[in-house]
């Protein structure tokens, strides 16, 4: 069993940046894919990130690529998503996951075994 905590969520405006955090618990975190979700108001829940096991290879939504990083600290068993030059489409609620995903599938939300509760991320324009 996995246990995600978000957080780093808050209000920000646009073309600023956030630092979005997720603290696993359990000793297995280096053994899942980890990714980034988001779902926005009337939208339903979207890819944004995902990483690998070993940290090697990530994986981005296209409206995100070039802005936002994904990263992890397996020691720490901490995911990290950097948002930079954030927009008001960017507003939505933000989960991180953890599942034993195969790299064709870590799009699909369906995937993943454990999701946290979720951290709100609000850009005003």
């Known amino acids: 069993q996995v246990q995600l905590l978000e957080s780093g969520g808050g209000l920000v405006q646009a073309g600023g940046s956030l630092r979005l955090s997720c603290a696993a618990s359990g000793r297995t975190f280096s053994s899942y894919t980890m990714g980034w979700f988001r779902q926005g108001p009337g939208k339903e829940r979207e890819f944004v990130a995902a990483i690998t096991r070993s940290g090697i290879s990530t994986y981005y939504a296209d409206s995100v690529k070039g802005r936002f990083t994904i990263s992890r600290d397996n020691a720490k068993n901490t995911v990290y998503l950097q948002m930079n030059s954030l927009n008001p489409e960017d507003t939505a609620v933000y989960y991180c996951?953890?599942?034993?995903?195969?790299?064709?599938?870590?799009?699909?939300?369906?995937?993943?075994?454990?999701w946290g509760q979720g951290t709100q991320v609000t850009v005003s324009s």
């Open positions: 996951a953890a599942g034993s995903v195969s790299p064709t599938l870590l799009r699909r939300a369906r995937e993943y075994d454990y």
